[in-house]
């Protein structure tokens, strides 16, 4: 048995052991007729309530929305009651598919492109608006409330996450525009946009949400003098493009306001560990955390006071789930390098780590707390260690 192996089968256990606990509880409360209903983070973390998971299997579940263009799938409060702050839809456009004109009335759009091309389309409320062509390893954010669309790009469409701070949102109840212009009387269209009536006899009656269309060309560069009113701040960042923080046990790219100074209310990381690796013990005093695992094979485990720990383990396309303020921390027990993207619902990045905790307290405080000599200290880091490995 290799060292992996054998870590992931120790690790394995106390997953067993938390997911039958879930299973449990779940069943508790079925029987009780308990309604599956979100449960604040007060609420479930601030009694000894027992901890729902902190997985999703996003990868697996049907596509709620399929079209000729694309599909999309959704995980919110909803179908997975633990994810309390944030709701994720991972979707796929072919060439030409086209997520139409929409905005969202709730909640702001953090977005990571997977895989493939896209361009998006975006407008503020002062009227300045922006076309960006977007590929594989890209972030979008889009305040709440502006306009936008996302087109897939030759030559394979493009598959991307969409991240919403709000548990609540649903992205098929989102602000569509042929879903207003087909509630609108067409006397009101034709004086609106200055045209006859009769230019709108074969537009939609209800809402495209994702139509399909000729695979868009390339955009004229640079574009025609006089042509741009482009915002202050864009809303397109090349994520996978920043030169990452490298640790021993693996990598870490963050987009924070700092970085991306739009992403006001949002931040995201991709972060790497090598087989065997842990991104360490630490809580995010100002944020809930949403995870999309991507490659490799992972275990998170979240601690939430009161003697309540649940290990998950997470493969391609799971979400995960960290509430604000609880311990948590992640190991790569599989063979290959774990991929995941973390996204916070603050535009500013904070951690405490228990590495830089303990070595910020003298060594006889820590002696006394754990009943233990001094001794037992000597070899713990001087600082924070992020990811060991
Ligand atoms: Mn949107
Ligand atoms: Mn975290």
């Not at 308990?34 to 309530?49: D, N, R, V």
């Amino acid at each position: 048995m290799t060292e992996f192996s054998r870590r992931g089968v120790i690790g394995g256990g106390a997953a067993l052991a938390g997911g039958l606990a879930m299973l449990a509880n779940t069943a508790a409360a079925q029987s009780s007729g308990e309604a599956a209903a979100t449960l604040p983070p007060e609420e479930i973390l601030g009694k000894s309530a027992p901890f729902r998971s902190f997985r999703f299997p996003l990868g697996s579940i049907t596509a709620q929305k399929q079209y000729p263009g694309g599909w999309g799938k959704e995980v919110n409060a909803q179908n997975f009651p633990s994810s309390v702050a944030f709701a994720g839809v991972l979707m796929e456009l072919k060439p030409g598919g086209l997520r139409e004109l929409h905005w969202h009335a709730n909640a702001a759009e953090w977005a990571y492109v997977i895989d493939g091309n896209c361009r998006i389309t975006v407008i503020d409320p002062s009227g300045k608006s922006e076309v960006l062509t977007l590929s594989a390893g890209d972030v979008w954010f889009f305040p709440r409330g502006h306009g936008h669309s996302i087109e897939g790009l030759g030559p394979n469409g493009t598959t991307f996450v969409l991240v919403f701070n709000d548990g609540t949102f649903s992205e098929f109840a989102t602000f569509s525009i042929t879903d207003w212009f087909a509630h609108t009387p067409l006397d009101v269209l034709a004086k609106n946009l200055g045209v006859p009536v009769s230019t709108f006899a074969d537009f939609p009656k209800q809402e495209a949400y994702i139509s399909l269309g000729a695979v868009p060309g390339p955009i004229p560069w640079p574009p025609a003098p006089g042509t741009l009113d482009t915002p202050p701040l864009t809303h397109g960042y090349h994520l996978l493009a920043q030169e990452p923080r490298t640790y021993g046990g693996g990598t870490i790219r963050l987009v924070s306001q700092k970085e991306f100074p739009i992403s006001d209310s949002m931040a995201g990381a991709l972060i790497t560990l090598k087989p065997g690796a842990l991104r360490e013990m630490h809580w995010h005093p100002n944020a809930d955390e949403w995870q999309l695992y991507l490659a490799g094979t992972g275990q998170m485990t979240v601690f939430g006071s009161a003697g309540r720990a649940t290990t998950d383990r997470f493969g391609k396309y799971d979400v995960g789930y960290a509430p604000r303020g609880c311990g948590h921390y992640i190991e790569n027990v599989g063979d290959d390098e774990l991929q995941l993207l973390i996204v916070l619902n603050s535009g500013t990045y904070e951690e405490i780590s228990v590495t830089q905790w303990l070595a910020s307290n003298p060594k006889s405080l820590l002696a006394n707390n754990f009943s233990v000599p001094e001794t037992a200290f000597d070899g713990i880091p001087k600082g924070e260690v992020f990811i060991t490995g």
